[in-house]
């Protein structure tokens, strides 16, 4: 198999859509006309690709067309890759996934699994395959795998990249919007266990994110800002289109991840298949013809492809041969122009049949390119040097010490062959090893920081605790000189209750007394004076009745109402003072009473607060014994 790189076109393949109901039911027109397999007219403007697939097209027959044949080229050992590009609601998902679950419905990728798996069946039986595959997606400009959760690496700076989630949205464009370019790679590497040849190539199945304008999707938000982004990263594929399409020096693959990714696709080691999808609908002919001619742009790129091979010890020998022939032929060609400038500075003339022949001598040494390694290689034709039989002896010599040391390199060479397979080994493992110690110290790293944070949130914490104890201490020293003076005040105040107490149970017997004898006065004094009356009444009947007797015992009246009026005089004065007495009474007893309810509030705020900072104690206490 030849390994010379050669030079090949992007394919570009034109998928238009039918008209979806939203088209349908604000009356649209249709705009492309079809000209052909190859030739669509948008707006009076032709274009012209590798394929225009009508929209009644299959999944089928855009299948055969865009991707058959670069699977089998994966197989062959080369790279290959196959991208949809076009505003969003063209049929780029549906053209590269479709309905997994369909026969006729399935996109571009399932139907590519399945016949890498049939060509595989079909193969030579020495040939073993290892398959490999991953499934990725670029959002926000960040990368995830999305059958891996561990970061992916960009293999230019070895730098890890963000992930974020999948997501999607429902606009005025289309019902369901993906907002994240998707990328499907397939690294399918072969070994002949006969020849021990080895293949490896890679294919990249994406589906881009859509172009879009804000005036017609309605974004706005957090999907204004996924927008910008998904416009920015085509934009930046564009940029890359028009750089590899004009010649530039400077190609800027890396403004966006995306163009990172697809950097061997476009203008590199792949052979690439672009398939623009477009809108029929009049609503959206700028988009259409913008799809168009970045499709007729990339056109334009060519990529040089070649065998992804793996030599073996036996073809690096061959290919170690044939290039030092072709070092010995330029050696040679060295002597001869040496020996002509020679001949023209001693004034020599030098005839044009012994003069030399570049393009000859060119030719020839670009032909060892493509001689067989079991033949030998020619010279370019030069005047035979004479040399003497002892000369030819050393060369013999020397030859033959050459071609020992040749047999002594190749045995080193196929000990180093071994050697270097075994260490190849070795280093998969190692890597694999490595990969591990790093997922593992990264493991490690991310819980040492998740235990630094809380360490630090608990050191906050604590200095926290430590200043609220502090303040709490203080407090509890304030509480306890208040608790104090209030235990002192309050035991004053018991012994005054006590003896207010004592005073009050004197006072209610004094005053019970007090009440017996104004009842007994009372009795005394109601009994003293029914009797006075009584006398009263009979001197009044006694004194009517009869003149002589109340003249004669007029003196004895008198002196009667004397000491009646002296002893009633006696007996007011009395109650009186007893009345007195009873009010005094009373209104110390009221005082009392009251003096008493203040107490008894006083006694109850001091046990609330005593309650309080015996509360406060126990809690300082057990913060205490936790720290």
């Known amino acids: 198999m030849a390994d010379v790189p050669a030079e090949c076109t992007i394919k570009v393949m034109c998928r238009f859509r039918p008209l979806n109901s939203s088209e349908v039911a604000r009356g649209d027109k249709y705009i492309p006309k079809f000209q052909g397999e190859d030739h669509v007219v948008v707006g009076s403007k032709p274009f012209q690709f590798d394929r225009v697939f009508q929209p009644n097209t299959t999944q089928e027959q855009v299948y055969n067309a865009c991707a058959q044949k670069i ?37 571009i990728i399932p139907r590519i699994v399945q016949d890498i798996f049939n060509y595989i069946y079909s193969m030579d039986e ?27 690496v960009d293999e230019g700076n070895r730098v890890p990249f963000q992930t974020q989630p999948i997501c999607c949205l429902v606009s005025d464009m289309n019902e369901h919007s993906s907002r994240s370019h998707s990328i499907f790679q397939i690294n399918v590497k072969q070994e002949n266990t ?21 005036s017609k999707t309605g974004a706005e938000g957090a999907v204004l800002d996924e927008a910008k982004n998904i416009n920015k990263s085509l934009s930046s594929l564009g940029n890359v289109i028009s750089a590899l399409a004009e010649g530039s020096g400077y190609i800027p693959y890396r403004d966006s991840k995306m163009t ?11 052979r690439t298949t672009i398939v623009i999808c477009a809108s029929p609908s009049a609503y959206n002919e700028s988009e259409t013809k913008s799809t168009l001619m970045f499709g007729q ?3 334009t790129i060519k990529n040089t492809v070649c065998v992804n091979v793996e030599l073996t010890a036996e073809q690096w020998k061959k290919k170690y041969e044939r290039e030092k022939e072709k070092g010995k032929a330029l050696r040679n060609t060295i002597t001869w122009l040496e020996n002509e400038l020679n001949r023209w500075r001693n004034g020599e003339s030098v005839p044009v049949d012994e003069q030399f022949d570049k393009e000859k001598a060119q030719a020839e040494v670009l032909a060892l390119d493509n001689v067989p390694n079991d033949k030998p290689a020619s010279t370019p034709n030069m005047p035979q040097l004479r040399l003497t039989d002892a000369e030819k002896d050393k060369c013999e010599g020397e030859l033959a010490k050459l071609y020992k040391q040749l047999d002594d390199k190749d045995d080193e060479i196929n000990q180093q062959s071994q050697l270097a397979e075994k260490l190849k080994q070795q280093m998969l493992d190692q890597e694999e090893l490595l990969v591990s110690s790093r997922r593992d110290h990264d493991n490690l790293q991310s819980e040492l920081n998740r235990l630094q944070a809380e360490n630090e949130a608990s050191k906050d914490e604590v200095k926290e605790v430590l200043q609220a104890l502090e303040e709490l201490a203080v407090n509890y020293d304030q509480k306890s000189q208040e608790v104090e003076q209030k235990t002192t005040e309050f035991e004053m105040l018991s012994e005054e209750l006590n003896q207010k107490s004592n005073v009050l149970t004197s006072i209610d017997s004094e005053l019970q007394k007090l009440k017996e004898m104004t009842n007994h006065q009372k009795k005394r004094t109601s009994e003293m004076m029914s009797s006075l009356l009584k006398d009263l009444a009979e001197i009044g009947i006694a004194v009517g009745s009869n003149d002589i007797k109340q003249h004669e015992g007029s003196g004895l009246i008198d ?11 006696k007996m007011k004065s009395e109650v009186k003072t007893m009345v007195k007495r009873c009010r005094q009474l009373e209104s110390t007893q009221s005082e009392s009473n009251q003096k008493m309810d203040e107490n008894d509030q006083e006694l109850a705020a001091c046990q609330l607060r005593i309650q309080q900072v015996l509360v406060c104690y126990l809690s300082y206490k057990c913060r205490l014994s936790f720290i």
Not at 198 to 205: T, V
């Open 260 to 270: 990172r990714i697809l950097q061997d696709s476009l203008g590199g080691n792949c």
């Open 559 to 569: 002196e009667e109402f004397t000491v009646a009026r002296l002893y009633i005089s």
């Open 126 to 152: 020495n040939l073993e395959f290892h398959i490999k595959v991953s499934y990725y997606e670029i959002y926000l400009d960040k990368i995830r795998d999305l059958l891996d959760s561990k970061a992916l």
């Open 71 to 107: 699977v089998k080229d994966v197989l062959e050992g080369y790279n290959g890759t196959i991208f949809a590009y076009g505003q969003t609601s063209s049929g780029k998902t549906h053209t590269m996934e479709g309905n997994l679950h369909d026969t006729d419905g399935m996109g």
């Open 297 to 299: 742009r990339a056109k």
């Open 194 to 214: 006969a020849t021990e040849q080895k293949l490896s190539g890679k294919l990249y199945l994406v589906d881009l994110a859509g172009s879009e304008k804000v």
